[in-house]
């Protein structure tokens, strides 16, 4: 799952926990884990969704600051039906040191 450049740092402080995709069958599951900056997002929640219902306040919620910038941003590919994804931020587990098991 990608985000624009201007939302990832929001993404990973976690102030942005929820994104509106259009896609034409779902891109990603709950559970699932995506790489993003130096963690990756873990979805939590996937519902559809009517268009109706994608409103100002969730596109603010989505780091955008109109509905209008949201949807030019969603609406970039064939997709027609329209996801909500609810998400937390990860951060990558330190390298687990490697021991020498000769010793």
């Not at 109109?66 to 027609?80: I, K, P, Q, S, V």
Request: charged content about 30%; aromatic content about 6%; hydrophobic content about 40%.
């Amino acid at each position: 799952m990608m985000f624009a450049r201007q939302l990832r740092a929001r993404v990973r402080s976690g102030e942005i926990t929820s994104s509106i995709r259009i896609w034409r069958s779902p891109r990603v599951r709950v559970g699932g884990r995506y790489p993003l900056l130096d963690g990756c997002i873990e979805v939590t929640r996937l519902e559809e969704i009517d268009l109706s219902d994608v409103t100002e306040a969730i596109a603010r919620e989505g780091g955008f600051e109109t509905l209008d910038a949201l949807m030019e941003t969603a609406r970039h590919g064939r997709g027609e039906r329209v996801f909500r994804v609810d998400f937390v931020f990860a951060p990558a587990a330190p390298d687990d040191a490697i021991s020498d098991s000769d010793g």
